[in-house]
């Protein structure tokens, strides 16, 4: 009786050490990095104006190294000042302004227009839109892209938000955690990410029609019957997904001799990139979710129903429509989905 009273209380120590032991491995570093003496100390020794007008005028060699660099081997690059006035003052407002504009306008369109419902009826009949290996691939790029731009926005804005907020050792934690997340995962998106433009680039190759799609403002409004929302959002990430992940992989190996000018071109075109993605990757969420009845059971299921298809897709409805299943004969036994499945006409 007394052993197995005393073991319990015997292991709550033996854990708190553990814990504290770790804790106490984690946040030193964390500390000690985060020590603006210790910091200053090792960093910079006391950068003059004089100094400053020197690497500008480009008095010193090509790679910025000032002229005391035979003694305490200080490296200043003027164009890296630019690059930090352009991040702070031009990248980090623009993305607060496309992502929050973005919440704001959804917000606003879903209380004036509200959802866009089905114009009839349901049929009870489906058609096959996404086979499963669009649907898994969909969702694999949609979640590590979610990670992806919930870490980026960390490494951008955290430190106003959560240092304060959790203390410098949570945060200190929390952005290397995000940065390690962020590094690795972002070649991982990159590669799925180009496999499922691969496999969807004959769906959406642009036509004639889309023209009109245009014209009839995007088809969230009033009875527009030629619907191409997701060809514009595909050659979005085509062209500006493309540009993020080069960018980011010259951000991510740094290790090929690429100069700290084009590191610092690839943080601004990535930064500007994934801020206007993330913003529009919204747009999408909501169309894909609550802002159009019908068009998430198609990247669940795999099938729309008839109504769906006619209402967002009419010239895709024209060529699948014999292909239609009752809804008995779905749960009875899957049919296999067909190469037509999942145009965006
Ligand atoms: C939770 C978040 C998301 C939801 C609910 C969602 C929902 C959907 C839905 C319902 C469709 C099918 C539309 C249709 O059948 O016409 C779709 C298509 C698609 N989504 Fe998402 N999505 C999400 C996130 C993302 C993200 C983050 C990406 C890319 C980074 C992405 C890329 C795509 C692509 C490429 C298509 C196919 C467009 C086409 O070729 O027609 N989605 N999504």
Request: aromatic share 10%; charged share 20%; net charge neutral.
């Amino acid at each position: 009786m007394f052993v197995s009273q005393a073991w319990p209380g015997l292991w709550r120590m033996v854990a708190l050490a553990l814990v504290l032991l770790v804790s106490l491995g984690v946040t030193q570093p964390v500390l000690a990095q985060a020590d603006p003496e210790r910091e200053a100390a090792t960093a910079v020794g006391g950068v003059s104006p004089d100094t400053w007008r020197q690497v500008r005028s480009g008095e010193t060699d090509a790679n910025y190294r000032d002229t005391r660099f035979d003694t305490n081997y200080n490296l200043i690059n003027a164009s890296g000042e630019a690059w930090r006035q352009l991040r702070n003052r031009w990248v980090s407002p623009f993305g607060l302004i496309a992502i929050g504009g973005m919440l704001a306008m959804i917000a606003v369109f879903y209380v004036i227009v509200g959802r866009k419902e089905l114009s009839a009826p349901r049929t009870g009949r489906k058609l096959p839109r996404w086979p499963l290996m669009v649907r898994s691939l969909h969702w694999t790029v949609a979640t590590l892209f979610i990670v992806l731009a919930l870490t980026g926005l960390n490494l951008l804005y955290g430190k106003f938000v959560f240092r304060p907020l959790l203390g410098d050792a949570v945060w200190g934690g929390m952005i290397s955690a995000s940065k390690i997340a962020h590094n690795y995962l972002g070649p991982l998106f990159g590669i799925l990410l180009i496999v499922l433009l691969a496999r969807l680039l004959k769906h959406n190759w642009p036509r004639k029609h889309d023209l009109e799609w245009f014209k009839k403002g995007g088809g969230m409004v009033g009875k527009a019957h030629v619907d191409a929302g997701e060809k514009l959002w595909f050659w979005l990430l085509a062209t500006v997904g493309l540009a993020v992940i080069i960018s980011g992989l010259v951000l991510d190996f740094p290790n090929y001799g690429q100069s700290r000018d084009t590191m610092q071109w690839a943080n601004i075109i990535h930064g500007i990139g994934a801020l206007g993605l993330t913003a529009v990757a919204l747009g999408h969420i909501y169309i894909g979710t609550i802002g159009s009845e019908g068009s998430l059971e198609g990247m669940t299921t795999g099938y729309v129903d008839e109504t769906w298809a006619k209402d967002h897709h009419n010239l895709w409805y024209e060529e699948v429509k014999d292909q239609a299943i009752g809804e008995e004969t779905l749960a009875s036994d899957e049919p296999t989905t067909d190469e037509t499945a999942g145009r965006s006409t």
